[in-house]
């Protein structure tokens, strides 16, 4: 399972959604986002799905790529699409017991359920389409004006950078260590959700010490190359908008703007 999360991973390519710069990136994943959750009818939410599939086709991420990513919280979407069949007020579809499905249930446990796994499948693209050094440039950049505040952006995009950085390998850490466990006799898949969880207390101190350990190391090699934070540093990529970026900004604020506008209108 824990391969199969693909969060912070990234896949290099050529492809046009690589190419792009990672400001516009971040600006039309932001409003996608919100944009997603200003959508109601099935008109606006096929509009976006049509938007996610031709950026999902132009950075030729495989499907299977991206569902692993989406599996690791199938649990949580269905436990949400249970909740809104059950507890959404309306017609009776189903009865069990003292459970009533309804049909408006349904309906907005489709419409949650495609919504979540839109979300999930936007931020995955970004993430598989940047690096991380080039996101985090991206992101000091656009937060730049926020420098007259005295807000420590480029300590901000550091964190977020060696985050992302160090998601993969902590995943491969606690990997290693669980193979341990269970070569030592360690127990993690069968009984009850409570034995499972307190099965995973050996499994989480020796993650800790290696996270704190790997934490000071990296302190350390940044101390040795005398890093003293974001001021009066330059930059080794120059980041420049190209025609690539306009035309994925045309496009998208079209689908957006529809998409705004059947809201309004009630569609």
Same mark, same amino acid.
């Given at each position: 399972?824990?391969?199969?999360?693909?969060?912070?991973?990234?896949?290099?390519?050529?492809?046009?959604?690589?190419?792009?710069?990672?400001?516009?990136?971040?600006?039309?994943?932001?409003?996608?986002?919100?944009?997603?959750?200003?959508?109601?009818?099935?008109?606006?939410?096929?509009?976006?799905?049509?938007?996610?599939?031709?950026?999902?086709?132009?950075?030729?991420?495989?499907?299977?790529?991206?569902?692993?990513?989406?599996? /690791?919280?199938?649990?949580?979407?269905? %436990?949400?699409? &249970? #909740? *809104?069949? !059950?507890?959404?007020?309306?017609? $009776?579809?189903? =009865?069990?017991?003292?459970?009533?499905?309804?049909?408006?249930?349904?309906?907005?446990?489709?419409?949650?359920?495609?919504?979540?796994?839109?979300?999930?499948?936007?931020?995955?693209?970004?993430?598989?389409?940047?690096? /991380?050094?080039?996101?985090?440039?991206? %992101?000091?950049? &656009? #937060? *730049?004006? !926020?420098?007259?505040?005295?807000? $420590?952006?480029? =300590?901000?995009?550091?964190?977020?950078?060696?985050?992302?950085?160090?998601?993969?390998?902590?995943?491969?850490?606690?990997?290693?260590?669980?193979?341990?466990?269970?070569?030592?006799?360690?127990?993690?898949?069968?009984?009850?959700?409570?034995?499972?969880?307190?099965?995973?207390?050996? #499994?989480?101190?020796?993650?800790?010490?290696?996270?704190?350990?790997?934490?000071?190391?990296?302190?350390?090699?940044?101390?040795?190359?005398?890093?003293?934070?974001?001021?009066?540093?330059?930059?080794?990529?120059?980041?420049?908008?190209?025609?690539?970026?306009?035309?994925?900004?045309?496009?998208?604020?079209?689908?957006?703007?529809?998409?705004?506008?059947?809201?309004?209108?009630?569609?």
């Amino acid at each position: 399972m824990l391969k199969d999360i693909t969060l912070g991973q990234y896949f290099p390519g050529t492809t046009s959604i690589h190419r792009m710069d990672p400001r516009m990136k971040l600006i039309l994943t932001t409003a996608y986002i919100v944009v997603l959750f200003v959508a109601k009818g099935i008109l606006s939410y096929m509009l976006l799905l049509a938007w996610l599939l031709t950026t999902v086709r132009l950075s030729r991420i495989k499907i299977s790529v991206i569902f692993r990513g989406v599996r /690791p919280l199938l649990f949580i979407i269905s %436990l949400t699409a &249970l #909740l *809104n069949m !059950l507890y959404t007020p309306g017609r $009776p579809a189903l =009865e069990f017991w003292i459970l009533t499905i309804t049909y408006e249930g349904i309906f907005v446990a489709i419409k949650m359920v495609s919504r979540i796994i839109m979300l999930i499948t936007g931020t995955l693209l970004l993430t598989y389409t940047t690096s /991380p050094i080039v996101l985090t440039d991206g %992101l000091e950049q &656009l #937060l *730049n004006p !926020l420098k007259k505040l005295r807000v $420590p952006v480029h =300590e901000l995009a550091m964190m977020m950078s060696i985050a992302l950085r160090f998601i993969p390998t902590l995943i491969e850490e606690a990997d290693k260590i669980i193979n341990a466990q269970k070569a030592r006799g360690a127990d993690f898949e069968t009984g009850s959700i409570f034995k499972r969880a307190k099965a995973l207390i050996p #499994l989480l101190v020796p993650l800790f010490i290696s996270a704190f350990r790997r934490a000071d190391e990296l302190a350390i090699a940044m101390e040795c190359r005398c890093y003293r934070g974001g001021e009066g540093r330059t930059s080794l990529r120059q980041l420049k908008y190209s025609s690539i970026d306009l035309k994925a900004m045309l496009f998208s604020v079209i689908v957006f703007t529809a998409v705004i506008v059947l809201r309004v209108l009630g569609i």
